[in-house]
């Protein structure tokens, strides 16, 4: 059954073309810094917003009109599979993602869910002999169901713990099934709603054991992925462990996990953190930590997790430089972590959202790169920092000084004089970078 039927495989038309059905600057075969924009971007598109996802807010009923919809039970996981295939072909995307409950509806025991799971996990592995596109990480849903009220793996229950240790389990065989490149976790229930009655310390623990046991498994069952975390600060929990990367880097840190887990770092996350995209992700990229993306973005006038497709070309451009600083994103990926809006409500829609956010990091690239390629920043950088790279400043880089040579030092100098930082003009030379990609790609 086709569930897109006025829809076809869309291509790249290039900028001036009025099809609102064609990429206009994401071309998948163009070579930018010697790869392929596909190879770079890595784009994926989420299960869960985009067939599980049917416009509830916290203030009302759906709204999605989906064709799928006319099903129940394991017809409709299964309706959903065929229209997922159909819509990754027809957006020509080499990844997606889900977690369980996405794909099968969870039964009212964990062997039912078992059992709801095996043939979508199936079907799935047949679609994918003749697809393109592969999974680059699944994940297990521990916090929608009640169960999961006070936590998953920091739940003060051990029956909860142990429940959510067998979800983990099975998900790690799924990916193994259907070769997963990465494995996430996203701690939903993972914090605490008031200090008055939380063992922190314990939780903290708890949450360490449950990562060592699942990599552990991973490598008992021959599952090679890349395992993430993701960090978000709030939402639903007042306050979840993950908060940001260096709170995130902190804890694996101190639970020896540093060398075994990186992280997938959502846009509208960092926003509820208090901090910018690229923040987040220059924080794990100046640790070695970044692994994968979930690209989306948040709205500064809304206090929740509005799972927006990126189209701010500003953010896309400081995100794809710091990916490309990083050397790319290896078995990382940038995943559609987005939802339409609610009043966007017809099936064609997503495709619109889809390309919107394809060629706004088609557009994010090409900037990055030729800033990259022109030291327009880093130069800048370089200049600014330049008193550490001889005299008094390059003793203090490598180590051969000390205070009391300091202090000497700071007695003899004369009038200390600064440079500017000139952010002003720095924003002017990105903003010239944009429109001077945006011309040369409309012509």
Known sequence: MTYFQNISNIKYEGARSKNPFAYKYYNPSELVNGKSMEETLRFSVAYWHTFTADGTDPFGAGTAVRSWDRHTGLDLAKARVEAAFELFEKLDVPFFCFHDSDIAPEGDTLKETYENLDPIVAMIKDYMKTSKTKLLWNTANMFTHPRYVHGAATSNNADVFAYAAAKVKRGLEVG????????????????????????????????????????????????????????????????????????????????????????????????????????????????????????????????????????????????????????????????????????????????????????????????????????????????????????????????????RKLEEYALSMGEIQNKSGRQERLKAVVNSYLLETLSSVSV
């Open 176 to 403: 193994k099934e259907l070769g997963a490149e990465n494995y996430v976790f996203w701690g939903g229930r993972e914090g605490y709603e008031t200090l008055l009655n939380t063992d922190m310390k314990l939780e903290q623990d708890n949450l360490a054991r449950m990562f060592h046991m699942a990599i552990d498994y991973a490598k008992e069952i021959g599952f090679d992925a890349q395992f993430l975390i993701e960090p978000k600060p709030k939402e639903p929990t007042k306050h979840q462990y993950d908060f940001d990367v260096a709170t995130g880097l902190a804890f694996l840190q101190k639970y020896d996990l540093q060398d075994h887990l990186k992280f997938n770092i959502e846009a509208n996350h960092a926003t509820l953190a208090g901090h910018t995209f690229e923040h987040e992700l220059r924080v794990a990229r100046i640790n070695g930590m970044l692994g994968s993306v979930d690209a989306n973005q948040g709205d500064t006038l809304i206090g929740w997790d509005t799972d927006e497709f990126p189209t701010d070309l500003y953010s896309t451009t400081l995100a794809m430089y710091e990916i490309l600083l990083n050397g790319g994103l290896g078995r990382g990926g940038l995943n559609f972590d987005a939802k339409v809006r609610r009043g966007s409500f017809d099936a064609d829609d997503l495709f619109h959202a889809h390309i919107a956010g394809m060629d706004a990091f088609a557009i994010g690239l090409k900037v990055a790169s030729k800033l990259i390629e022109d030291r327009a920043l880093e130069d800048v950088i370089a200049d600014r920092y330049s008193s550490f790279r001889e005299g008094v400043g390059l003793e203090i880089v490598e180590g051969k000084t000390d205070l």
